[in-house]
């Protein structure tokens, strides 16, 4: 049974800096892709960055504009989120994902298990 669990969410101010956290258990973490998803109050979730397999290829969301960095460590299980220059808009649970594909897809569709989530609140 997979299982992911994201940490790291918090209550920060405009520009300031967050690192969200996603540990997995369970299946072949290394051979998967990751992605972290968001959704604020009453908007659809929507996809923020994801990362290949290896950690050579990653995809981000135009409104990351740079601020954004996804990286993985397949020897720990984890996936991070290094979140910088946040803004009001950044505001929402933000989810990880694991993929069933290879490469670093950014379509909910190809994410089979995902974790409970983590808020992160950005005020102004």
């Known amino acids: 049974q997979v299982q992911l669990v994201e940490s790291g969410g918090g209550l920060v101010q405009a520009g300031d800096s967050l690192r969200l956290s996603c540990a997995a258990s369970g299946g072949i973490f290394s051979i998967y892709a990751m992605g972290w998803f968001r959704q604020a109050p009453g908007k659809e979730r929507e996809f923020v960055a994801a990362i290949s397999r290896n950690g050579y290829n990653t995809a981000y969301a135009s409104f990351v504009e740079g601020r954004f960095t996804i990286s993985r460590d397949n020897a720990k299980n984890t996936v991070y989120l290094q979140l910088n220059s946040l803004k009001p808009e950044d505001t929402a649970e933000y989810y990880c994902?694991?993929?069933?594909?290879?490469?670093?897809?950014?379509?909910?569709?190809?994410?089979?298990?995902w974790g409970q989530g983590t808020q992160v609140t950005v005020s102004s």
């Open positions: 994902a694991r993929g069933t594909v290879s490469y670093p897809s950014i379509t909910t569709t190809d994410y089979k298990y």
